[in-house]
């Protein structure tokens, strides 16, 4: 477990074999979740949105999927999405969809308990046609009708949009091998048997497509694309270093109860160590005692009287 924040000092002492009491300290700055949180309100968790697809429907509206990620870049369930008075829940994959959207601009915006509140904006390219016959001029060929609608922009986590377009007639039906121009761009598409294609845009801006086939009238359709790349994982804030009295910034430890033991034991080894090195050193006479005799030095000859 976490030890709160403060000075911890851990002291041992020890006698020796002099009858001398020694002792050794460690001390510890710490900061650790217990005490701040008792002491100040918890830190929000970062998390971060992005627009995943505009999906246009028959009636012109758009649905909106968005998706929303932790500070580990997870997807993030349970935030609650807001756009234009809709609203909705992300599920477990982090992603929810909202829906009759007409064209224009709109701000997104996401809570969630514990976490910080973001945004978004997005635009809505999506738009009913009234399918008319365009005038006809006498003496020229009569040509079908052909309209091109956005059906479906998908944004990458690079910035850009893959932009579906489809092409029908009169009657609603797909138009194949129809050809396709993006302002900006001078690439040519051709539509497939469903009578769609997808185009890819960079840059953010307002762009036309131009959809033409022969024996058909010419047709626009009009999109806009916001420059929104994927954002990085969020990061926790860092933590704020401690001051000491002296005023220099010295950084917090997160100990725990493992690195307390293991500083006492190195303590105790290091007391022990010292210990042992005191008890080796050879011992000094005390003053104002006599000394005892060694009983192995040689002793003085007993000569006779008279003689030295």
């Known amino acids: 477990m976490n030890i709160g924040y403060g000075h911890f000092c851990l002291t041992i002492y020890a006698n020796d074999t002099a009858g001398q009491v020694n002792s050794t300290t460690v001390c510890f700055i710490t900061a650790g979740a217990a005490d701040a949180a008792s002491s100040a309100p918890p830190e929000l968790l970062p998390m971060s949105i992005f627009v995943d697809s505009v999906r246009c429907s028959s009636d012109g509206t758009g649905a909106i999927t968005v998706q929303a990620w932790d500070y580990q870049d997870k997807p993030l369930s349970g935030v609650l999405i807001k756009i ?12 929810v969809t909202l829906r009759g959207f007409e064209q224009g601009d709109y701000s997104i915006s996401a809570s969630k308990d514990g976490y910080t509140s973001t945004g978004y904006e997005i635009t809505v390219s999506c738009q009913k046609k009234e399918i008319t016959p365009p005038p006809q001029q006498p003496g020229a060929e009569t040509l079908s009708i052909l309209s091109v609608i956005v059906q479906e922009m998908t944004y990458n986590n690079d910035g850009t949009a893959d932009v579906k377009l489809l092409v029908q007639d009169s009657d609603n039906n797909s138009v194949p091998g129809a050809t396709v121009r993006v302002s900006g761009s001078d690439i040519i598409y051709t539509t497939g048997n469903d009578g769609t294609v997808t185009v890819r845009s960079n840059p953010t801006g307002d762009y036309t497509a131009t959809a033409s086939k022969k024996g058909y009238n010419e047709d626009t359709a009009d999109f806009t694309i916001k420059f929104q790349a994927k954002p990085e994982a969020a990061q926790l804030p860092a933590e704020q270093p401690a001051i000491t009295e002296q005023g220099q910034a ?22 022990l160590w010292k210990r042992r090195k005191k008890e080796e050193e050879p011992k000094k006479p005390e003053s104002g005692k006599a000394q005892p005799a060694n009983p192995q030095a040689p002793k003085p000859m007993d000569l006779p009287p008279g003689k030295p």
Not at 250 to 271: R, S, T
Request: with cysteine.
């Open 84 to 95: 234009s008075g809709k609203s909705g829940t992300t599920g477990s994959d982090g992603t």
């Open 250 to 271: 010295i950084p917090y430890l997160n100990l725990c109860v493992p690195a307390l033991i293991i500083a006492a034991i190195l303590a105790i080894i290091f007391f």
